[in-house]
Nanobody, 127 residues
Framework: QVQLVESGGGLVQNGGSLRLSCAAN????????MGWFRQAPGKEREFVAG????????DYAASVMGRFTISRDNAKNTVYLQMNSLKPEDTAVYYC????????????????????WGQGTQVTVSS
């Protein structure tokens, strides 16, 4: 069992930055592909970023490419999402998730591939 706890969300102005963290209790995160997803009001949950188990590969949604960076510190059992140049359309609840997958690939952009989810952290970008 893995418990994921996100932190770092908040209110930021257009163009600002935030760093989200996802800390795990229980099993070590090094066994999991990790992802960040988000869900805005009235919209479906969408993939934001993913990272392979040893961080050699990352994947991003087109909407955040070049602005967001996913990273992980397996020694600290923590995954991060650095978000720069934030836009109002980035406003959403952000969730981290862990997938018992062998590698990062097309399937790990899909929420149903993930086994464990955090409770979410709100990110609001004002215009």
């Amino acid at each position: 069992q893995v418990q994921l706890v996100e932190s770092g969300g908040g209110l930021v102005q257009n163009g600002g930055s935030l760093r989200l963290s996802c800390a795990a209790n229980g099993r070590t995160l090094s066994s999991y592909v990790m992802g960040w997803f988000r869900q805005a009001p009235g919209k479906e949950r969408e993939f934001v970023a993913g990272i392979s188990r040893t961080a050699e590969r990352t994947d991003y949604a087109a909407s955040v490419m070049g602005r967001f960076t996913i990273s992980r510190d397996n020694a600290k059992n923590t995954v991060y999402l650095q978000m720069n140049s934030l836009k109002p359309e980035d406003t959403a609840v952000y969730y981290c998730a862990a997938a018992a997958a062998s590698y990062l690939g097309p399937n790990t952009t899909k929420g149903e591939q993930y086994n464990y989810w955090g409770q979410g952290t709100q990110v609001t970008v004002s215009s």
